[in-house]
């Protein structure tokens, strides 16, 4: 019993966050300073031991801390809540930081690393941005591990692009883009045939008492997609359009994100580079 409560019963004790709030803008605040120290300190040596460590490092942070919600929704309702299984957009990041560090194959674990730098990057700014539906919660300890997970998939995306040296050039947009795209995908046919097994077999049957709904990567083809445009796109289209749009529009934002930053490197490069005019007494 004591237990129990220790996992679910800290109260928010003031008024509900909300987007632009001070819990909001603290968290901003302690997500931009984290990722200037860790540049400016080790992102900058470029030495892929160190990439390693810090990696691993916030791999481990979220695996606890995932593990923390996963029991604190179950105790919470009585029996484990098939809803809030990891592997939703911003869920995957965790796997391939907790695992890519341990990866020998450097091919292999470079490809992981653009995935966490670039889709990682891209999901970690979209909830940092606007995280409002992130704050529907009473409890201390899931509001912290929104605002701990998502600044922490900023955090590694920005060490990761300044250690690596992603987008830097553009000749590299293919080779840099291409395999976290392919990682992507992957991810998402497998939450795909998931989400069919699953449902076939368990989740759309009178099996499943609690009649939860195991919807990986929002890609299932059983439920309505939670995306604006997405959704309302995927109740006017056969389901075969809707997945290939599905992987459209994220290979889309991820270039032009990945374009973003290619830009700001090369204005800084430019304000950096600039000429100093000389000094002459007349």
């Known amino acids: 019993?004591?237990?129990?409560?220790?996992?679910?019963?800290?109260?928010?004790?003031?008024?509900?966050?909300?987007?632009?709030?001070?819990?909001?803008?603290?968290?901003?605040?302690?997500?931009?300073?984290?990722?200037?120290?860790?540049?400016?300190?080790?992102?900058?040596?470029?030495?892929?031991?160190?990439d390693n460590k810090v990696i691993f490092i916030f791999g481990v942070l979220l695996v606890a801390i995932e593990l923390y919600k996963q029991i604190f929704f179950t105790l919470d309702e009585g029996h484990y809540q098939w809803y809030a299984f990891p592997f939703q957009f911003c869920s995957v990041p965790m796997y391939f930081a907790f695992i890519a560090p341990l990866i020998?194959?450097?091919?292999?674990?470079?490809?992981?690393?653009?995935?966490?730098?670039?889709?990682?990057?891209?999901?970690?700014?979209?909830?940092?941005?606007?995280?409002?539906?992130?704050?529907?919660?009473?409890?201390?300890?899931?509001l912290l591990h929104t605002m701990i997970w998502h600044a922490s998939m900023v955090i590694m995306g920005i060490y990761l692009i300044v250690s690596r040296r992603y987008c830097s050039n553009i000749k590299d947009i293919t080779k840099e883009v291409m395999p976290a795209t392919i990682i992507f995908s992957g991810l998402v046919i497998f939450a795909l045939l998931v989400n069919i097994i699953g449902y076939k077999l368990y989740f759309g049957t009178d099996k499943n008492i609690y009649n939860d709904?195991?919807?990986?990567?929002?890609?299932?083809?059983?439920?309505?997609?939670?995306?604006?445009?997405?959704?309302?796109?995927?109740?006017?289209?056969?389901?075969?359009?809707?997945?290939?749009?599905?992987?459209?529009c994220f290979a889309v934002g991820i270039s032009v994100l990945w374009l973003g930053i290619f830009g700001i490197r090369k204005l800084t490069s430019l304000i950096n580079n600039k000429p100093k005019k000389e000094i002459t007494n007349n």
């Open 1 to 50: 019993m004591i237990f129990v409560l220790v996992i679910t019963d800290w109260k928010w004790p003031w008024s509900q966050p909300v987007s632009y709030g001070w819990y909001h803008i603290v968290w901003l605040i302690i997500m931009i300073a984290v990722s200037v120290i860790l540049c400016l300190t080790l992102a900058k040596k470029h030495d892929k031991a160190i």
């Open 104 to 142: 020998k194959k450097e091919k292999i674990q470079d490809a992981m690393y653009k995935f966490i730098a670039i889709y990682g990057l891209l999901a970690g700014l979209a909830v940092m941005a606007y995280p409002g539906t992130c704050f529907h919660t009473d409890y201390v300890t899931i």
């Open 213 to 248: 709904t195991l919807y990986l990567m929002y890609i299932s083809p059983y439920y309505s997609n939670p995306f604006p445009i997405l959704g309302a796109i995927k109740e006017k289209v056969p389901y075969v359009v809707f997945f290939l749009l599905y992987l459209a």
